[in-house]
């Protein structure tokens, strides 16, 4: 293969470089891998992205090399890129976003080597209404996925018994991810906020020693952080699907629920660790587990 090449996709001709650089040292993947799994994942991992600001996280050379966060849509993106002004609140100035929203723009993005890519939980058009309540649980050594596992099923449980689905993924490292649809047009940023550390505080209370929901590092040791400031308006969350950049292509990758207790009841957290290739044969099998973030339409609790 040319270490650079033109390509149509879906009309639009993009130019594709470095395509044999290694990005991933540990198993060998190399741009065009890279790419070639963003094109390959599209179908599902387009309808999270589209019609919210992402945030591209960048590794030009690869895990090993510098890595920057990008927020701006780049000058040199071509005119077809779809933009949009995010952020302009209160004092804040905001700033022009490129937007996912469809394949080639996706495979452009991978060719800038933008391995990771976050998003908001609002979309553009409505920047008001956050559409999920998210929850990173995040563990404190030596805490690991297995305590992350623990504490999922148990807040599982809790919004089973509230009448509200959630849906997790995995962080694509140690933690893993919880949200719970809203997609109602009511919900703010300051509800999703104040009940997801509703929600952490309860199991702060029933395992102390296990949960914590304070912002300090050295209250985490040991316990799984319940990170409920990831539903501040201007935070973004790592995007079902993507890559995440680690020595190996692993990604954050939709789980079912039962997956996440026989991982728990087998002490195997690798179970739940998938990198690329896997995560392509999962989504033949099970098509978008994480579908049910976009459609399911519910209300919080009344405070």
Known sequence: ???????????????????????????????????????????????????????????????????????????????????????????????????????????????????????????????????????????????????CCAIAVALHDVCDQLGLVAVVKSSGGKGLHLSIPLNNSTSTANDTKRFALALGQLLETRVPDRVTTTMAKVARPGKVFIDWSQNDRSKTTVCAYSLRIRDRPTVSAPLRWDEVQDALDAREPERLVFEAPDVLARVAEHGDLFEANLTVRQELPAS
Not at 37 to 44: F, G, L, M
Not at 67 to 89: L, M, N, Q
Not at 121 to 145: N, S, W
């Open 1 to 147: 293969m040319s270490d650079t090449i033109s390509v149509d996709v879906d009309g639009r001709l993009l130019s594709l470089s470095n395509l044999s650089k290694v990005l991933y040292p540990a198993s060998g993947t190399t741009k065009a891998d890279v790419i070639e799994y963003y094109r390959r994942v599209a179908p599902v991992m387009l309808p999270h992205l589209r019609g919210r600001a992402p945030t591209l996280v960048r590794a030009p050379d690869g895990a090993h090399g510098e890595v920057f966060f990008e927020k701006r849509c780049p000058p040199h993106a071509p005119d077809w890129i779809s933009t949009s002004a995010v952020g302009r609140y209160d004092d804040h100035q905001g700033y022009e976003a490129c937007l996912v929203d469809d394949l080639p723009t996706l495979v452009w993005v991978a060719n800038l080597a933008a391995l990771e890519l976050h998003t908001h939980q609002a979309r553009v058009t409505d920047p008001e209404h956050p559409t999920a309540v998210v929850i990173d649980l995040d563990p404190g050594e030596p805490a690991g996925l297995l305590e």
